[in-house]
């Protein structure tokens, strides 16, 4: 039969569960508000020490961390506060503090009139800027430019631009983009999760008459994300694609890729060692081109370039592959047993080699005597066997002009080396530019 002390056992085991839950339970809590005091005591410091550094916009940059703290639990890091901030964010909240700051005299409204919405700490943040700043309203997709990572002031400008009421057809630093009327009015309504300079992509796409997937895919994987140098060119390729839409997505990449490659990235990298600095077809277009022709181009290129002549076959090495030769003569004279030539360099390794020896940057030229924009040529002297190089004479084949001539480490000619050169201009006909 069981004792009293026995049938008392269990209840006294849940009790000291009970207890041992209890006592946890305070532990963590206590812990958990240390750890949200010493979170509070390093961000105090930071934002101190931060401020420290501001010169000129420190009290207005104080007024801001004020109004965020006495409205908000953005930066104030409380137990059980809705809203706080992440640590890794807290930072990014603060230089925007900064360079809200200093852009203080665009205020419309003072921090300490802010309505605070009850939302995420970054939706609050932009009803902040909206409150300072906006006399019109101004895209949600803007706000991000004053709390942004990859900092850039033209977003920021950009932004009070608008808030003022002006167009972003107005505003000046688009770089190269053509704004019309209808991509302004898209880049009003662009989606709230892009980057100002990727809603720009997106509404010339749009406006052009692609769709939201087209847009998304090249911002988010070519690099079409950001305006480009050759904006005419791209727009072209972005026709392109809506024209022969639906491309699957690996092939829109692709098509850009390559194409991005072909016409501007230097042949070096695409079509290998030696084959010079300059795009491997820098005139490359897509006009009169179906798709079915561009996968064929795509797949058959090196072999089409090598067909043309444009690029050298396997077995002959880029150095030496030679540029067609001009319609200009060469010279050659003979005085007391010294001979005068004045000679054309037709390969990429004869214009290093001139160069290097004459130590100027004439190799820089590769990519121009390729494609027959200019032609470099050699004068020196020789005596028996060995020739020795005196100038280095840059002439422009179509308007046959000498645009420039250069002695070794950029010197002038000689009396000497400038009567063979104005000798053979007579000859055939040349003309000096004036700073030659």
């Known amino acids: 039969m069981p004792t009293a002390r026995m049938m008392l056992l269990p ?4 009790y000291i569960v009970d207890l041992s839950v209890t006592l946890i339970s305070c532990t963590d809590t206590m812990a958990s508000q240390q750890q949200k005091h010493h979170a509070a005591c390093r961000l105090d410091d930071f934002i101190a020490r931060y401020a420290c550094s501001l010169r000129g916009v420190r009290n207005h940059f104080w007024q801001l961390i004020h109004a965020i703290r006495a409205k908000t639990c953005i930066l104030s890091p409380r137990v059980g506060a809705p809203y706080v901030a992440k640590p890794t964010d807290t930072e990014r909240i603060i230089k925007a503090c900064e360079r809200i700051a200093r852009s203080r005299r665009k205020w419309e409204r003072l921090p300490e009139t802010w309505s605070v919405p009850e939302a995420s700490p970054f939706v609050q943040m932009r009803s902040l800027v909206q409150h300072l700043f906006d006399q019109y309203p101004v895209p949600n997709f803007m706000a991000p430019v004053w709390w942004s990572e ?18 972003v057809r107005q505003f000046s630093s688009l770089y190269s983009f053509r704004m019309t009327k209808r991509i302004a009015a898209l880049f009003m309504q662009a989606p709230d999760d892009l980057h100002p300079i990727e809603t720009l992509r997106w509404s010339q796409v749009r406006a052009l008459g692609g769709d939201d997937r087209l847009a998304r895919i090249l911002i988010r994987k070519t690099c079409l994300w950001t305006p480009r140098e050759d904006e005419e060119f791209w727009e072209s390729v972005i026709r392109f694609l809506i024209q022969n839409a639906p491309i699957a997505t690996e092939e829109i990449v692709e098509i850009v890729r390559f194409i991005h490659e072909q016409r501007f990235k230097p042949a070096e990298k695409t079509w290998g060692p030696g084959a010079g600095d300059g795009p491997v077809q820098p005139d490359f277009s897509l006009r009169g081109r179906s798709l079915m022709s561009l996968r064929r181009h795509m797949v058959h290129w090196r072999s089409e370039l090598i067909e043309k002549g444009m690029m050298p076959p396997p077995h002959v090495n880029p150095l030496d592959f030679p ?8 010279f050659q004279c003979e005085e007391e047993g010294t ?4 000679e054309e360099l037709l390969t990429p390794r004869q214009l290093h080699n001139e160069g290097r020896i ?3 940057c004439v190799a820089d030229y590769i ?8 032609t470099i040529w050699s004068l020196g002297i020789q005596k028996g066997k060995r020739r020795r190089r005196k100038l280095t004479i840059e002439v422009l084949p179509k308007s046959k002009l000498i645009s420039q001539a250069s002695g070794k480490h950029n010197c002038e000619a000689s009396d000497s080396v400038q009567d063979k050169l104005n000798r053979w201009a007579a000859q055939e006909g040349l003309k000096f530019s004036e700073t030659a």
Do not use: P
């Open 11 to 14: 209840e006294r085991c849940a």
């Open 150 to 167: 990859h900092y850039k002031d033209w977003g920021m400008q950009l932004y009070l631009h608008l808030a003022t009421g002006q167009s």
């Open 323 to 330: 540029w067609q030769r001009s319609n200009i003569g060469s």
């Open 339 to 342: 001979v005068w030539t004045i």
């Open 358 to 360: 004459m130590d100027h």
């Open 367 to 374: 990519s121009d005597c390729a494609r027959r924009k200019t």
